[in-house]
């Protein structure tokens, strides 16, 4: 069954920088697009990056573009999301997602939370 496994998440300070990965099984890792979400506290989940199969295409949200980059390695199975110049607002849990045959999986999401 398909299984995505977030880590690398924690406490920063703004400014700083993390590194997010996330382990994938279950499928053929290298045909699918892979996407990030994140969800702060009372807020509905949102779209953070999205990379293709091979990683020819990204597409960011206007609220990271120029500072989180998502990238992927097929060999692996595993898709990152570098984050840089975080903010307070960047704060939130933040989930690896799939769509496979019309059907979308999530991870259990690691938690960001950068703070001073």
């Known amino acids: 069954q398909v299984q995505l496994v977030e880590s690398g998440g924690g406490l920063v300070q703004p400014g700083g920088s993390l590194r997010l990965s996330c382990a994938a099984s279950g499928f053929t890792f290298s045909t699918y697009a892979m996407n990030w979400y994140r969800q702060a506290p009372g807020k509905e989940r949102e779209f953070v990056a999205t990379?293709?199969?091979?990683?020819?295409?990204?597409n960011y949200a206007d609220s990271v573009t120029g500072r989180f980059t998502i990238s992927r390695d097929n060999a692996k199975n595993t898709v990152y999301l570098q984050m840089n110049r975080l903010k307070p607002e960047d704060t939130a849990v933040y989930y690896c997602n799939v769509i496979r045959l019309s059907r979308g999986y999530w991870g259990q999401g690691t938690q960001v939370t950068v703070s001073s």
């Open positions: 990379m293709s199969s091979t990683g020819g295409i990204t």
